[in-house]
């Protein structure tokens, strides 16, 4: 293979980036650029690949042969950390992403309880899991067309920060019913399960069917790759998988009826792209960050590859359009993935590229891919770990793989001996991240992940402090204030309800929902809202629009 690739991409990028802000960097990390096509709609598309160090990247680059699509725009890096750690889970990685607003372990979209890194601001005790408006929702009022795409479950930490509120990040059940009442015009993902009542893991337990919601809303609701290329609806519902989607080597292999990420981006944007007014695009290639817990060398290659593909069709759309940002970062390191291990220690200098890839070539599936294949004698543990490229297994690794607790891991930990790469962990890491970005207004040199929200709100116009009041007041404050009673029914523990009463009025507010039920002079109606009604365990939060009914 050539070192010397055709484009040094990365290395001209960020001299750009160097030059560019040696002439100033505006306040917030962007530098305006003049439109190439037209002056409306603007539109931005948000992606994150979940959990990926630079050493993902790096190896995914060695093992295709050429360079990424997203080395074309590297622009800079950003700081991933969160309100309480150097290392932060993916629940507050997005909310600072996608709010603006830095927060602690597993909270999505809400203020923080604890504010212990140096040089984040505190937050006053009243905030605290105060919902905080995030981009999405601050397209939505601009009348933007918005999207959510994500390779898990459309549920998972990250599409959540982009279109929930919720004091954990395992709380599919209000997550859920939030995505489906924010009235998002395309989303694509897996996570069918947390849809429906029934008795797994993440079911639903309160009883509300989400799919016959959906079908309500005029959605066409698809769950193959075929359905969703052939739909021409102007809303999309994809739930293709009960939870996440396969690995991209392993849908490739076996479930072909799944659609790719890039696929996904493509009809996203063809969707969304008909509104007037632009769009906002959400898109996550979650599952590099799951194979990076596992250690799973070909999954982390797998679905780097598959993100990088998806950037591709973004920027490709956004140089044709003319007015689309498109930005591109991990939320945080995992695995602290190496090209080179303890084995190199003394030899690194003469070793080929080829040492490190070929063992990698051999491999045609993840090994979540190749264990499926498993009988559950092991039997056929040879061809299982030939999947994996584990191929000419000595009588003792067979013997060892046969009789292995932990195989997973076993199989894991040979290929990355044989191909020579590092780990130092099965968790997140707290280093910068590289920062992708093309179009107007991108963003630029060492940023906060804050400054990712607040560059994309600026582009689309509107600010995320004043979304975020008017979307999320007290209840009861705001109603008491005005001379109503109030309380919260929990008759159904598993569907609040905050009442507000006042002489012949009564206005109830069920969680999660874009809805008013109001009730004047024995009539009652049915009012639909601006923003969703959140309730973190203490507070009740809601719209000015839902306060406006007290009138």
Same mark, same amino acid.
């Given at each position: 293979?050539?070192?010397?690739?055709?484009?040094?991409?990365?290395?001209?990028? #960020?001299?750009?980036?160097?030059? #560019?802000?040696?002439?100033?960097?505006?306040?917030?990390?962007?530098?305006?650029?003049?439109?190439? &096509?037209?002056?409306?709609?603007?539109?931005?598309?948000?992606?994150?690949?979940?959990?990926?160090?630079?050493?993902?990247?790096?190896?995914?680059?060695?093992?295709?042969?050429?360079? @990424?699509?997203?080395?074309?725009?590297?622009? /800079?890096?950003?700081?991933?950390?969160?309100?309480?750690?150097?290392?932060?889970?993916?629940?507050?990685?997005?909310?600072?992403?996608?709010? *603006?607003?830095?927060?602690?372990?597993?909270?999505?979209?809400?203020?923080?309880?604890?504010?212990?890194?140096?040089?984040?601001?505190?937050?006053?005790?009243?905030?605290?899991?105060?919902?905080?408006?995030?981009? @999405?929702?601050?397209?939505?009022?601009?009348?933007?067309?918005? /999207?959510?795409?994500?390779?898990?479950?459309?549920?998972?930490?990250?599409?959540?920060?982009?279109?929930?509120?919720?004091?954990?990040?395992? &709380?599919?059940?209000?997550?859920?019913?939030?995505?489906?009442?924010?009235?998002?015009?395309?989303?694509?993902?897996?996570?069918?399960?947390?849809?429906?009542?029934?008795?797994?893991?993440?079911?639903?337990?309160? /009883?509300?069917?989400?799919?016959?919601?959906?079908?309500?809303? *005029?959605?066409?609701?698809?769950?193959?790759?075929? =359905?969703?290329?052939?739909?021409?609806?102007?809303?999309?519902?994809?739930?293709?998988?009960?939870?996440?989607?396969?690995?991209?080597?392993?849908?490739?292999?076996?479930?072909?009826?799944?659609?790719?990420?890039?696929?996904?981006?493509?009809?996203?944007?063809?969707?969304?792209?008909?509104?007037?007014?632009?769009?906002?695009?959400?898109?996550? /290639?979650?599952?590099?960050?799951?194979?990076?817990?596992?250690?799973?060398?070909?999954?982390?290659?797998?679905?780097?590859?598959?993100?990088?593909?998806?950037? =591709?069709?973004?920027?490709?759309?956004?140089?044709?359009?003319?007015?689309?940002?498109?930005?591109?970062?991990?939320?945080?390191?995992?695995?602290?993935?190496?090209?080179?291990?303890?084995?190199?220690?003394?030899?690194?200098?003469?070793?080929?590229?080829?040492?490190?890839?070929?063992?990698?070539?051999?491999?045609?599936?993840?090994?979540?891919?190749?264990?499926?294949?498993?009988?559950?004698?092991?039997?056929?543990?040879?061809?299982?770990?030939?999947?994996?490229?584990?191929?000419?297994?000595?009588?003792?690794?067979?013997?060892?793989?046969?009789?292995?607790?932990?195989?997973?891991?076993?199989?894991?930990?040979?290929?990355?001996?044989?191909?020579?790469?590092?780990?130092?962990?099965?968790?997140?890491? *707290?280093?910068?991240?590289?920062?992708?970005?093309?179009?107007?207004?991108?963003?630029?040199?060492?940023?906060?992940?804050?400054? #990712?929200?607040?560059?994309?709100?600026?582009?689309?116009?509107?600010?995320?402090?004043?979304?975020?009041?008017? @979307?999320?007041?007290?209840?009861?404050?705001?109603?008491?204030?005005?001379?109503?009673?109030?309380?919260?029914?929990?008759?159904?523990?598993?569907?609040?309800?905050?009442?507000?009463?006042?002489?012949?009025?009564?206005?109830?507010?069920?969680?999660?929902?874009?809805?008013?039920?109001?009730?004047?002079?024995?009539?009652?109606?049915?009012?639909?809202?601006?923003?969703?009604?959140?309730?973190?365990?203490?507070?009740?939060?809601?719209?000015?629009?839902?306060?406006?009914?007290?009138?």
């Amino acid at each position: 293979m050539n070192r010397n690739f055709k484009k040094k991409a990365a290395g001209i990028s #960020i001299a750009a980036a160097v030059a #560019i802000s040696s002439l100033g960097l505006a306040a917030n990390g962007t530098v305006t650029e003049a439109n190439n &096509n037209k002056n409306e709609p603007t539109n931005v598309i948000m992606m994150v690949m979940d959990g990926t160090s630079a050493g993902a990247t790096n190896l995914a680059r060695w093992y295709k042969g050429e360079d @990424l699509a997203m080395d074309q725009i590297l622009v /800079g890096g950003m700081r991933t950390h969160s309100a309480e750690s150097a290392i932060t889970d993916s629940a507050p990685a997005a909310t600072a992403l996608a709010t *603006g607003n830095k927060s602690n372990d597993k909270v999505v979209g809400l203020l923080p309880k604890i504010v212990n890194t140096p040089g984040v601001d505190p937050v006053d005790p009243e905030d605290t899991y105060k919902p905080v408006a995030n981009v @999405l929702e601050g397209a939505q009022l601009r009348g933007k067309a918005t /999207g959510i795409i994500s390779t898990s479950e459309i549920q998972h930490a990250t599409p959540a920060g982009f279109s929930a509120h919720a004091v954990h990040r395992s &709380n599919y059940q209000d997550i859920a019913e939030q995505q489906v009442y924010q009235e998002i015009d395309v989303v694509l993902g897996g996570g069918k399960e947390s849809l429906l009542p029934g008795t797994t893991k993440n079911a639903r337990v309160d /009883g509300e069917n989400l799919v016959e919601v959906i079908d309500e809303n *005029g959605y066409d609701f698809v769950e193959t790759k075929e =359905e969703l290329l052939n739909s021409k609806s102007d809303k999309l519902w994809g739930a293709f998988a009960p939870s996440a989607l396969a690995y991209d080597f392993d849908r490739q292999a076996t479930n072909d009826e799944q659609p790719s990420l890039a696929e996904m981006t493509k009809k996203g944007i063809e969707t969304l792209s008909k509104d007037e007014d632009g769009f906002f695009m959400f898109v996550e /290639g979650s599952k590099v960050d799951w194979a990076a817990h596992a250690n799973d060398t070909i999954g982390i290659i797998s679905d780097v590859l598959a993100f990088d593909a998806a950037v =591709e069709e973004a920027v490709d759309f956004a140089k044709a359009d003319g007015n689309t940002m498109v930005i591109a970062v991990s939320d945080h390191g995992n695995s602290g993935i190496t090209i080179g291990n303890m084995n190199t220690n003394s030899n690194y200098p003469e070793i080929p590229v080829s040492t490190y890839i070929d063992p990698l070539k051999k491999a045609s599936m993840t090994v979540e891919g190749a264990l499926k294949t498993l009988k559950p004698d092991r039997s056929n543990m040879k061809e299982a770990a030939e999947l994996y490229g584990l191929d000419n297994l000595t009588e003792e690794e067979l013997r060892a793989l046969k009789q292995s607790k932990k195989l997973q891991a076993d199989m894991t930990k040979m290929l990355a001996e044989r191909a020579n790469i590092g780990f130092t962990t099965g968790g997140h890491t *707290g280093e910068d991240v590289f920062l992708y970005a093309y179009g107007p207004s991108k963003p630029f040199g060492l940023l906060d992940n804050t400054d #990712i929200a607040k560059t994309m709100a600026e582009y689309m116009e509107f600010d995320l402090g004043k979304t975020t009041d008017k @979307l999320f007041v007290n209840a009861k404050e705001s109603f008491e204030n005005k001379g109503y009673t109030t309380r919260i029914d929990v008759t159904d523990a598993n569907n609040p309800v905050f009442v507000a009463e006042k002489n012949k009025i009564t206005i109830k507010l069920p969680i999660n929902k874009n809805i008013a039920h109001v009730t004047q002079n024995k009539k009652t109606y049915t009012k639909t809202l601006e923003g969703i009604s959140v309730y973190n365990g203490k507070d009740f939060y809601v719209s000015k629009d839902a306060l406006n009914l007290s009138k």
